[in-house]
């Protein structure tokens, strides 16, 4: 049974994302991030054994094609990281993140398929910039990823992200003030979505409330 808790104009599911996808109404663009089967969260990282963390089997496959499928019917425009893991259709709007100090034993950067027909981007943040955001998920994105991956679909009211982990894509969708579905199955990292996306819509509206008022306009003589 999936639960759903409402955050401000965010709507966050804790559930299975095959169950519950097909109950959601349309939305402009689905920004995911879902397991890549590669099973890296399953490896003892070092910020899984300092947090404490057991191993865990969720990236041990993939998600199946349909639900990518499902995923295009519920969406206009679709960002969908781990694309070269998938067997999606053909695209030229690739997105890749580049991890300039990638040790040589990790891969030195990631790729998002698109469903846009713009030129390939390329953004380079740093792993250091990465783990000093990290909240408790083994593969954490970024803010400033998902924050750039949105600026390509700039007219995105309202935002969808089936494999939601640690509310990543929710916390650039309340700063950018946009409408966020996030679905995630785990509870331990649906409550970090929750209070990271809670916490980011309150700094959001204190940045609004200090805003300066408009200055008056200068009289020319
Ligand atoms: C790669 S992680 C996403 C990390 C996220 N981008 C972040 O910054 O925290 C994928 C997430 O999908 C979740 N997941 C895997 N299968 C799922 C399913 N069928 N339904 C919902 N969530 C699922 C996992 O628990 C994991 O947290």
Redesign the pocket.
């Known amino acids: 049974m999936a639960e759903k808790v409402t955050i401000g104009n965010a709507e966050l599911w804790l559930?299975?994302?095959?169950e519950v996808l097909c109950l959601l109404p349309p939305c402009d663009l689905a920004l995911t991030?879902?397991?890549?089967g590669i099973g890296f969260a399953a490896q003892p990282t070092k910020w899984q054994r300092r947090d404490g963390q057991a191993p865990e089997d969720?990236?041990n496959m993939t998600?199946p094609a349909w639900l990518f499928g499902l995923l295009a019917e519920k969406a206009q425009e679709l960002i969908i990281?781990g694309g070269n893991y998938y067997d999606l259709p053909r695209s030229r709007g690739w997105l890749t993140w580049y991890k300039p100090d990638s040790p040589p034993s990790m891969a030195s950067i990631e790729l998002a398929w698109t469903s846009m027909d713009m030129n390939a981007k390329m953004l380079s943040h740093s792993i250091s910039a990465t783990n000093a955001e990290r909240v408790g998920?083994p593969?954490?994105?970024p803010v400033r990823v998902m924050e750039w991956c949105l600026s390509f679909a700039k007219d995105a009211k309202t935002v969808l992200?089936?494999?939601?982990?640690?509310?990543?894509?929710g916390v650039a969708c309340a700063t950018l003030g946009k409408r966020f579905v996030g679905?995630?199955?785990?509870p331990r990292?649906f409550e970090l979505a929750c209070r990271r996306i809670e916490a980011a819509q309150r700094q959001g509206s204190l940045l609004e409330q200090s805003e300066p008022e408009a200055l008056p306009q200068q009289l020319s003589l």
Not at 15 to 18: K, L, S, V, Y
Not at 33 to 36: K, S, V, W
Not at 183 to 186: A, D, S
């Open positions: 559930g299975d994302c095959r991030d879902p397991p890549y969720w990236d998600p990281w998920h593969t954490q994105k992200d089936p494999f939601m982990g640690s509310g990543t894509t679905i995630e199955r785990e990292y």
